[in-house]
């Protein structure tokens, strides 16, 4: 009803404008005049309904968009060009030898007719606007409730990681300049990787203090940021996420030269602290924590690559605690959640909003100011046609609930665009997420079945030729792949044993790694432990 009285309102608004203009012009002599005032008077209406009808027309015919209101503006634009068209022709009539019709027509309550059509008009967007920010405001407190909900429970700061986070982030800060020194990557082969190296035997030897604050912390079983508990700003995560990528990094190179000088133990360490803090910074605001999250998980599953060779008693492994951590599923669902608490501040505020300027100008997710801001003519229109946000949060919520289900499963459903304009923009392809989050996970699981071929090397001198050996003993069953819903495979070639999943492109190609879209997901063991290349 109300999108039926501001298409009337609209209508008549541009209707009467032209009339009271051609009013006005009417009482030229000229006929050339005439027509040239009525044509630039025109332009005006024509505009602003042009513009409505290429925005509907855009999003229909080039994003595909479901709801993209065409229809409405399309027949607005067409009943007042027909409307137009009668006036100008009623307008222009007239007797032989006489002054058109519109010369006669009373210019003042054609415009008083305009004003209170405009005042209807006006009035109806404001109401309509008004509700659109109050669903929305209502979805913010929804969607903010379960977010702060399903954070970790708030703890005394004994059993917080964060502080000693923030305490090992300020350290490597500090120290980034001898960090730079250091030529050894952290990843990479371990062929390439040189012990010796004097940059970073100093290095770590300095950093010891560091790495020992990074395995505390990530041993807790709470990760708290006071600042995620506010607004989600995203000028203000981005250092963070450098740090948490660095010190994982540090703990990744560390691993390697405690490899190579043969203290497994202490290797296992760093990868297991690297897998924990995965899970930390997984509950972080914003899609790009998980992802960066995601990232620093699968440098845990290479160190324990390098890692597990070199384990020579069961008591090495005592570090790890793989089966205790929530599957990355979880971890992306709880991402995808904080992503739609972010997207749903920015529908609050669109299409001027402020999240991502200075703090203080932010605005918390269920703030009341949401309603109370100052509202613009063009702002209320664009928010009234083209947000979206019950769209957006039902496909935020599909997207969460797929989030935790096998790849294979909701593969075909991810291909499925939203219907709303806002969503469409907020929401690009979650294709490549969720792929990556399944390819995480699956690593996860490569890395699980690794650590149980790993104590049956210990306990037969030998690694499994099939992984059928480690069940019921070391695995309660294998680990099913999500992307074709089979067991994980095993190919064993050139004294490694690959541990593999057949990746996004669903074909078995025998355990390569993926490159440029086609190969396995992998993880390689070797039959005998490394030898230490050098000595303490």
Known sequence: ????????????????????????????????????????????????????????????????????????????????????????????????????????????????????????????????????????????????????????????????????????????????????????????????????????????????????????????????????????????????LNAERNAANVLNLDAREQTARGHAAVAVADAAAIIEMSRHFGCRPLLISGLVAMGIDELGNKTLEVALPAVKRADELDALRLDDLPPMGRVFQQTLRSEERFGLLLYGNMPTNNVHTAKDHTIEAGDTRLLASGVRLSDAYIRVFFLDSDEYVNFMESLESMATQPYYTVSDQLKDRPAGLFTAILIPSMTRAFQTAAEIGTGDDCARTAVAMTRFRLDHGTLPSHLNELVPKYLDEVPTDPFDGKPLRLAIRNNQWIIYSVGPDRVDDGGVEIDRGKGDVIFTLTLAPMEATTKP
């Open 1 to 240: 009803m109300n999108f039926a009285l501001l298409w009337l309102a609209a209508l008549v608004v541009a209707l009467l404008w032209v009339a009271t203009d051609v009013a006005c012009v009417g009482r030229l002599k000229r006929r050339w005049a005439r027509a040239l005032l009525s044509m630039i008077i025109l332009l005006v209406p024509l505009a602003v309904l042009g513009m409505f009808v290429v925005a509907t027309a855009t999003a229909k015919f080039n994003f595909k968009i479901e709801n993209n209101w065409f229809a409405y503006a399309a027949s607005l634009f067409l009943t007042f060009l027909a409307g137009t068209a009668f006036i100008l022709w009623q307008g222009e009539r007239h007797e032989p030898g006489s002054p058109p019709n519109a010369a006669h027509w009373r210019r003042a309550p054609l415009a008083i007719a305009g004003v209170i059509a405009a005042t209807v008009w006006y009035m109806t967007l404001l109401n309509m606007d008004f509700a659109v920010r109050a669903r929305c405001a209502l979805l913010s407190v929804e969607v903010n409730s379960v977010y702060l909900a399903t954070l970790p429970a708030i703890t005394r700061d004994a059993q917080n990681a964060a502080p000693l986070y923030e305490k090992a982030f300020a350290q490597l800060k500090n120290d980034s300049e001898l960090e730079r020194q250091v030529n050894n990557t952290p990843t990479g082969n371990s062929n390439d990787f040189d012990p010796n190296e004097p940059a970073t035997i100093t290095f770590l030897k300095h950093e010891a203090g560091t790495v020992t604050l990074l395995r505390r912390a990530a041993a807790l079983p709470a990760c708290r940021f006071d600042q995620d508990l506010g607004d989600p700003e995203i000028n203000g995560l981005l250092p963070n």
